[in-house]
């Protein structure tokens, strides 16, 4: 039976009529909060990018049940799920790939080493949140390899908060159709120089029953799209002086699902797949009146168990351990000037059944510096050398202006990135034998991709509460990376195919050109005496081509169209939240499973909750509000409408 389609458009525009009357604001003030991800702090109008705030307290009352899904309602952010509630996204910002953006924990690299997919499990639980910073755009001058179509940085309580004394205590439990269980519960604790806060999460549930089809006299079997999800996190801090603190943080993530159609449209395919990554981090840091110092170190431990049948042998397995330590000074010269230096270095590897052993080493180095040469103007700019055994030598700059005026800001940037090969890109099916055709293959002598982007827009505030924001973006990409189709005759490293074959082969594919267009509208206003209203509504158009156009998996699978848009309603006791978007990608087919995905869809999320007391409250929440049957990835059906209620409680 199809699914009643309800014309996105009219949904978006009742919302801005809704909020139209009001004034408005960012989710956070772009008056007095200074970005982290930016490394020197500066306010969102100084930094001379596109940059969106979102607080941990406006975060908690928003219609989501995983970081992934959160994040794809944030404008200019697009995620192509696996499964709802956590299972696996990719995350793409500004058409690049899922590869291409860097995910940061309190200013550490996160993304992982085998494979990009993993970049989506965030070991942070929502109670531990202090806020999200999302930079558009490139970022490699700052951060290095992966920063090409923007960072995500994700500051926690514990190493983010400046607040003295506190305690709290919150969480919420649902319960929902096919026996799935939502929870989510954190504390934090200040109190002289000592703090500490952990939070946990979970997803789990029987999952959806997708039916089986007959294909060619052949039985696709039906399955269930089950997951069980789960995430610690526990972080401490002290404060040795007045100006020395010294904090750290470990989280732990398990996930177990099943990833039928995740990778692939085989119809063999009954993949089951287990995941789990601990993270540690710690931080000293010395803050005095004029200059700063901190040395920070992280590492990150994952394994992965994928079986892709229990029919036949077809288990892989792998561990991969990522060392990473940073040290940072800033100095700030005079009101006008300030410069920061920095050194980064890191350590790979991976043990694996079917890509081998392998490790690879990196240093990098930055210097950056802010000049305010008069009342309005605002030059940031900034310089990295990185080493890395995989690529060589790589050089990138960087420059942000900006123009502040009354209203309205003005601002510009142009910066080189880069990318590194991924474990999977570079060896993926290299150990396994008599490779079946279809199949993705690494390519070891994959070089680095190379990139430049330049990006112009203006901020401007209608009202004291209400923000517009603009942004034209351009990108010329060399040597991307992506899988292409490819006669084994023209693979060098080819002694484990079948005479003949086609594969997708890690390809670099040359002259890629990527352009877009933003436009974005922040509301955060107050309702009369009791009210209350949170809404973003963001619009984002790309246009990605390359000149021998080439045919690749990834490259071009971004939303051409994407409008998202997020709401939050506070009246007294009640709180109403509804999210949305609307899409429209290219279309594709697999015969071999009977899948398809459509050319647009749109989605809807809803939350309801009554506060009985200040501590106590009633949660319903509708995911998949109009049962839209939709897939982000060809062959992996999202669920439908799912239905939860539970109970919400904070004690301060």
């Not at 930016?38 to 970081?67: C, D, H, W, Y």
């Not at 404008?75 to 690049?96: H, T, Y």
């Not at 103007?377 to 050398?385: D, E, K």
């Not at 890690?506 to 877009?516: F, K, L, M, S």
């Amino acid at each position: 039976m199809a699914r009643k389609q309800i014309p996105c458009w009219l949904c978006l525009c009742l919302l801005a009529c809704l909020a139209a009357p009001a004034t408005a604001q960012n989710l956070a003030s772009l008056d007095t909060i200074l970005i982290r991800t930016t490394r020197i702090p500066l306010t969102p109008a100084e930094t001379g990018r596109n940059i969106s705030v979102i607080s941990g307290q406006s975060l908690q009352k928003m219609a989501f049940t995983s970081l992934d899904e959160l994040l794809q309602y944030i404008p200019g952010i697009e995620v192509q799920s696996r499964n709802a509630f956590g299972a696996q996204g990719d995350i793409s910002m500004r058409g690049a790939t899922f590869t291409q953006v860097m995910v940061l924990v309190d200013g550490m690299k996160l993304n992982d080493p085998l494979t990009a997919h993993f970049n989506g499990y965030i070991p942070v639980t929502p109670a531990e949140i202090e806020r999200i910073e999302v930079l558009r755009g490139a970022a490699s001058a700052m951060y290095g390899a992966d920063a090409v179509g923007g960072v995500i940085n994700i500051i926690t309580k514990g190493l983010g908060d400046e607040r003295e004394e506190e305690s709290e205590v919150s969480g919420q439990v649902n319960y929902g159709e096919h026996r799935l269980v939502n929870a989510q519960q954190g504390f934090s604790m200040r109190k002289g120089r000592w703090y500490a806060g952990g939070g946990f999460q979970m997803n789990q549930s029987d999952g959806e029953f997708i039916a089986g089809q007959v294909l060619d006299n052949t039985t696709l079997e039906g399955f269930n799209n089950f997951f069980n999800l789960k995430t610690f996190g526990l972080s401490l801090g002290y404060r040795l002086s007045e100006t020395w603190r010294i904090q750290a943080r470990t989280a732990y993530d398990d996930r177990h699902f099943s990833a039928r159609f995740f990778y692939t449209t085989s119809p063999l395919d009954k993949s089951v797949e287990t995941t789990r990554n601990w993270w540690n981090q710690m931080q000293v840091s010395r803050t005095g009146r004029n200059s700063s110092t901190d040395f920070r170190l992280a590492y990150r431990n994952g394994t992965d168990r994928f079986v892709f049948s229990p029919d036949f042998p077809s288990t892989n397995e792998h561990t991969t351990q990522f060392w990473n330590f940073n040290a940072n000074h800033r100095q700030v010269l005079s009101d006008n000037l300030s410069l920061q230096v920095g050194g980064q270095l890191d350590r790979r590897s991976i043990e694996s059944t079917d890509r081998g052993n392998h490790d690879d080493l990196h240093f990098g180095a930055y210097a950056m510096g802010v000049l305010r040469p008069g009342k309005h103007l605002s030059l940031t700019g900034s310089l990295r050398l990185d080493y890395d055994e995989n690529y060589g030598l790589e050089f990138t700059p960087q420059l942000n202006v900006s123009c502040i005026l009354s209203n309205l800001t003005l601002r510009a940037s142009a910066g080189r990135s880069i990318r590194a090969a991924d474990y999977t890109e570079r060896y993926v099916s290299y150990n396994l034998e008599n490779l079946t055709p279809g199949r993705n293959l690494g390519n070891p002598w994959l070089e680095a991709e190379r990139s430049w982007s330049e990006e112009a827009g203006l901020d401007y505030r209608l009202t004291k509460h209400w923000h517009l924001r603009a942004t034209a973006f351009f990108r010329q990409s060399a040597n991307l990376i992506d899988y292409a189709p490819t006669n084994e005759a023209d693979i060098p490293n080819n002694q484990n195919l079948q005479k003949g074959a086609e594969y997708f082969y890690a390809t670099n594919i040359t002259d890629v050109q990527t352009n877009g267009l933003e436009v974005e509208s922040w509301v955060s206003a107050p309702l009369g005496q009791i009210a209350r209203l949170q809404w973003s509504l963001g619009y984002t158009w790309l246009n990605t081509a390359n000149e021998e156009d080439v045919i690749s998996v990834y490259i071009s699978s971004h939303a051409r169209h994407l409008l998202t848009t997020n709401l939050v309603l506070e009246a007294g006791p009640l709180e109403l939240a509804l999210n949305g978007l609307y899409k429209e990608r290219p279309a594709r087919q697999a015969a071999a499973i009977n899948a398809r995905l459509s050319p647009a869809y749109q989605l809807w999320n809803l939350r309801a909750g009554y506060n009985l007391t200040p501590q106590f409250g009633l949660n319903l929440q509708v995911h998949n509000l109009f049962d839209e049957d939709y897939q982000d990835i060809l062959g992996a059906q999202m669920p439908g409408r799912w239905v939860m209620g539970g109970i919400r409680f904070g004690l301060l």
